[in-house]
T-cell receptor, first 106, second 119 residues
Framework: DIQMTQSPSSLSASVGDRVTITCQASQDITNYLNWYQQKPGKAPKLLIYDASNLEAGVPSRFSGSGSGTDFTFTISYLQPEDIATYYC????????FGGGTKVEIK | EVQLVESGGGLVQPGRSLRLSCTGSGFTFGDYAMSWVRQAPGKGLEWVGSIRYKAYGGTAEYAASVKGRFIISRDDSKSIAYLQMNSVKTEDTAIYYCTRGWGDGYRYWGQGTLVTVSS
């Protein structure tokens, strides 16, 4: 069973800041890693698929990188509408989500 | 437009059963795997299980937390996926989302249906 360790669990940043979230898999998952944004009371929204591919319609300030066991999700300049919880999710075998990162405005 | 609509949630007593439905529209339902993801109050997302499309065997896989208690099935003629929840526990209390696909990018989600397990 592949475990996903996501960090930090929460962060506070200012508008315009660069925000970075990491996700570590317990074993090699090549690039089978997706990133989601979830706002309160809403279903999650796919932002990045296969580690680094931007989903259609998603602003280019969102990006992802990594392969193997270590992955990074970046918001290049934080906007007020980016306040949400972000999740990584692997699908190398059975899908599994990371614990989530709650992003707040400082 | 792809739409997924869950139904069947509600209050259920521990040890009892409940069946959730997910009705899809706007796409050829039988061509896709379907998955269930849940979220306990104030907690993160948890993959519950997925069912493959028929051409890929139509079999299902489950998270360890529900294996042996939950069953996912599908009726492609009605464009419905089901989550049969048996022997429910208080820790099964959550919003249950239906989503399209196996895990390779859940692009489409339903609005979720709340299941509360309580006596």
């Amino acid at each position: 069973d592949i475990q996903m360790t996501q960090s930090p669990s929460s962060l506070s940043a200012s508008v315009g800041d660069r925000v970075t979230i990491t996700c570590q898999a317990s074993q090699d998952i090549t690039n089978y890693l997706n990133w989601y944004q979830q706002k309160p009371g809403k279903a999650p929204k796919l932002l990045i698929y296969d580690a680094s591919n931007l989903e259609a319609g998603v602003p280019s300030r969102f990006s992802g990188s990594g392969s193997g066991t270590d992955f990074t999700f970046t918001i290049s300049y934080l906007q007020p509408e980016d306040i949400a919880t972000y999740y990584c999710q692997q699908y190398d075998h059975l899908p599994r989500f990371g614990g989530g990162t709650k992003v707040e405005i400082k | 437009e792809v739409q997924l609509v869950e139904s069947g949630g509600g209050l259920v007593q521990p040890g009892r059963s409940l069946r959730l439905s997910c009705t899809g529209s706007g796409f050829t339902f039988g061509d896709y795997a379907m998955s269930w993801v849940r979220q306990a109050p104030g907690k993160g997302l948890e993959w519950v299980g997925s069912i493959r499309y028929k051409a890929y065997g139509g079999t299902a896989e489950y998270a360890a937390s529900v294996k042996g208690r939950f069953i996912i099935s599908r009726d492609d003629s009605k464009s419905i996926a089901y989550l049969q929840m048996n022997s429910v526990k208080t820790e099964d209390t959550a919003i249950y989302y239906c989503t399209r696909g196996w895990g390779d990018g859940y692009r489409y989600w339903g609005q979720g249906t709340l299941v509360t397990v309580s006596s």
